[in-house]
Every structure is written in structure tokens, then in C-alpha cells.
């Protein structure tokens, strides 16, 4: 069974056709990467993969419901949430309405200490560095523990030491077949993928990644 299937798709924002026919398959875990110029698509696909946003035609079927991952945004003052309540969100496809479980805080710790961000379980998000923010939106995409990772420029300008724990995050979910897909435009990721799709003018291209090219963690 296919992961992910975007069958004919095509999507319009009022200025711009962003895509149009788009036909693409994901296979069970499998790492891809999208790339192209900013407007391209990118986040547009990630969105509808996620079901956030719905195709202006053509249809999207997932296997499971996917954990999705959007670039790292300022917290608003007002907004009281700390790290932890933020990844425990993670959790709120299994819960179904129950209290977290020991088992739901235990997976919460594991997604926190992935991303070195421990120590800043009690911080507010509005306190916290762009690095940090992006690293606790990663663990509370791992959190969900989906067999879908939708991952929306998840390194942009981040620091060596945040880069290199979320790397390693990834490679860890596609070591236990979780299917990756993933906006970049950095070089030494886009690398790593199985895949490389590149979205121009409303169409998606295609390149297979040779394996001895690859370079996971």
C-alpha cells in the first residue's frame, strides 16, 4: 500500500497556479525531498499531504494520518504554552479525549531529550530562540509517532548542534520505516533523500538519488 498518492492534483492561489496534474506516489518508508524556488509549491504540497489544505482538483490518500511539521513561527506574548504542553499536543491522536497516560509523558520525555530540549520543558515558546522553537515543533511531530513525517524546511538556519539532532532524528525514523517527506533547499540534505522532487512552474520533476550518494546519519 502506498503511503502517500497525489493523484492529478492541481492547486491556485489568486496570483499563481502552484500546481497543476501533479501525479506523485510515496512508498512505505521512504525519504523525499521537494525542492524548488520559494513559491514553488513546497509547502503547499506538505500542507495537502497533511490534510490541512484540500486540492482545488485531482485526490490525496494517506495510509495513516501524518505527522506534520511546519517551519518554526514566533509565539505570540499572549500565548501561555510552555514546551512540554506543546509537544504533549503530539499526542492528541491517540489520547481521543482521555488524560495523558504514563505512557503518553513517557514518549513526550523520549521526543524532548531527541531534540536536546530537556531542560526547557517548563520555558514559555515565547522565551525561546528560533532554533529552539523549530526543535520542539520536531518533537512534537515525533511525539505523534506517525508512519507519515511531513517535515517543512525543518534545518532552515538553524545552528550546527540543532541541524545535527534533528538529522539524526530523521534517520532514526527511517530506520523504523516511517515515510519522510520533506522541503529543503540545503544541499547536504537534499543529499540524503531516496528522492528529489523539484516543483517549477505548477509540475513536479523527478530524481532518484544513487545510494551510494546518500548520506544518513
Same mark, same amino acid.
Given at each position: 500500500?502506498? %503511503?502517500?498518492?497525489?493523484?492529478?492534483?492541481?492547486? =491556485?492561489? /489568486?496570483?499563481?497556479?502552484?500546481?497543476?496534474?501533479?501525479?506523485?506516489?510515496?512508498?512505505?518508508?521512504?525519504?523525499?525531498?521537494?525542492?524548488?524556488?520559494?513559491?514553488?509549491?513546497?509547502?503547499?504540497?506538505?500542507?495537502?499531504? %497533511?490534510?490541512?489544505?484540500?486540492?482545488? @482538483?485531482?485526490?490525496?490518500?494517506?495510509?495513516?494520518?501524518?505527522?506534520?511539521?511546519?517551519?518554526?513561527?514566533?509565539?505570540?506574548?499572549?500565548? /501561555?504554552?510552555? &514546551?512540554?504542553? =506543546?509537544?504533549?499536543?503530539?499526542?492528541? /491522536?491517540?489520547?481521543?479525549?482521555? /488524560?495523558?497516560?504514563?505512557?503518553?509523558?513517557?514518549? &513526550?520525555?523520549?521526543?524532548?531529550?531527541?531534540?536536546?530540549?530537556?531542560?526547557?520543558?517548563?520555558?514559555?515558546?515565547?522565551?525561546?530562540?528560533?532554533?529552539?522553537?523549530?526543535?520542539?515543533?520536531?518533537?512534537?511531530?515525533? #511525539?505523534?509517532?506517525?508512519?507519515?513525517?511531513?517535515?517543512?524546511?525543518?534545518?532552515?538556519? !538553524?545552528?550546527?548542534?540543532?541541524?545535527? !539532532?534533528?538529522?539524526?532524528?530523521?534517520?532514526?525514523?527511517?530506520?523504523?520505516?516511517?515515510?519522510?517527506?520533506? =522541503?529543503?533547499? &540545503?544541499?547536504?540534505?537534499?543529499?540524503? #533523500?531516496?528522492?528529489?522532487?523539484?516543483? @517549477?512552474?505548477?509540475?513536479?520533476?523527478?530524481?532518484?538519488?544513487?545510494?551510494?550518494?546518500?548520506?544518513? !546519519?
Amino acid at each position: 500500500m502506498d %503511503a502517500v498518492r497525489f493523484s492529478n492534483v492541481g492547486y =491556485a492561489y /489568486p496570483d499563481r497556479q502552484v500546481l497543476s496534474g501533479v501525479s506523485l506516489v510515496f512508498a512505505p518508508g521512504t525519504h523525499t525531498v521537494l525542492t524548488g524556488r520559494n513559491g514553488a509549491g513546497k509547502s503547499t504540497l506538505l500542507a495537502m499531504a %497533511a490534510g490541512v489544505m484540500a486540492p482545488d @482538483s485531482g485526490t490525496i490518500t494517506t495510509n495513516a494520518r501524518p505527522a506534520y511539521v511546519i517551519q518554526h513561527i514566533e509565539a505570540p506574548d499572549t500565548m /501561555p504554552c510552555t &514546551v512540554r504542553q =506543546a509537544v504533549e499536543m503530539g499526542r492528541w /491522536p491517540h489520547r481521543r479525549g482521555r /488524560p495523558l497516560r504514563a505512557a503518553d509523558r513517557q514518549v &513526550v520525555m523520549d521526543s524532548m531529550a531527541r531534540m536536546g530540549i530537556t531542560e526547557l520543558a517548563g520555558r514559555q515558546l515565547r522565551e525561546l530562540s528560533g532554533g529552539q522553537r523549530q526543535r520542539t515543533l520536531v518533537a512534537q511531530g515525533l #511525539a505523534q509517532e506517525s508512519s507519515i513525517l511531513l517535515l517543512d524546511e525543518p534545518t532552515a538556519g !538553524l545552528d550546527a548542534e540543532a541541524h545535527r !539532532l534533528i538529522r539524526e532524528a530523521i534517520a532514526a525514523e527511517l530506520r523504523r520505516g516511517t515515510t519522510v517527506l520533506e =522541503a529543503s533547499h &540545503v544541499a547536504a540534505d537534499i543529499g540524503r #533523500a531516496d528522492r528529489v522532487i523539484t516543483l @517549477s512552474g505548477g509540475q513536479a520533476t523527478e530524481a532518484t538519488v544513487l545510494a551510494g550518494q546518500r548520506k544518513r !546519519l
